[in-house]
């Protein structure tokens, strides 16, 4: 399905353990060098994919706290993830004058909550989880990204 000039995976309506077991999934999907930007208000999930998103590179969903006041965390798994919060805007430059070496030499996954803030730092492409509050325990999860990526993922996570 498609909404506006982006290709769109629909990933549903999902409770927490299903939304982190698509969060794991979704990691095997990443390479290094890839820019994911999770979009959606508070408390829609994002900082709880990021939970499931570890475990598949490894780690464990305990290492993920959210980076809201730390800026940024990094995780050392099978991959290293960046997980930075973009709320908080000042540093927001100096963060990327830090990572811009990290993103050029492709040196890990940089996994970004409310990157859509941030999206013109970035001159490639990058993939979009959007997140959308439906009850107190219930989530619906799209993902956009260019064509290409979107067919790479809907044959890596074997979702329509
Ligand atoms: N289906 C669900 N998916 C994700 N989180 C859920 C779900 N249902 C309830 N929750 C709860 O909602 C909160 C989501 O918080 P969090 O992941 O930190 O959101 P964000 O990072 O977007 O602010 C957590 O307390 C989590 O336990
Ligand atoms: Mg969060």
């Known amino acids: ?12 309506i999902l409770n927490e353990q ?9 990691s095997y999907c990443l390479s290094d060098g ?8 508070i408390g829609s999930g994002k900082t709880t994919f990021v939970r499931g998103l570890v ?16 800026l ?10 960046y997980h930075i919060d ?19 030499e492709k040196d890990g996954i940089f996994i970004i909550e409310w990157g859509e803030l941030v999206k013109e730092f970035f001159l490639e492409d990058f993939v979009t989880i959007f997140f959308e509050h439906i009850d107190e325990s219930h989530r619906k999860l799209s993902i956009t990204a260019d ?3 979107v067919e790479l993922i809907r044959r890596c996570m074997n979702v329509g």
């Open 18 to 26: 299903e939304l982190k077991s698509v969060a794991k999934k979704f």
């Open 72 to 81: 940024m965390n990094v995780y050392s798994c099978l991959k290293t993830i």
């Open 34 to 41: 890839d820019v994911v930007i999770l979009s959606g208000e």
């Open 147 to 149: 064509q290409t990526r």
């Open 55 to 70: 475990t598949g590179l490894g780690c464990s969903e305990h290492i993920v706290t959210s980076p809201t006041f730390t």
């Open 86 to 104: 973009a709320y908080r805007l000042n540093n927001l430059e100096e963060i990327f004058y830090v990572l811009e070496g990290e993103i050029e």
């Open 1 to 12: 399905m498609e909404t506006g000039s982006q290709p769109r995976i629909e990933l549903g």
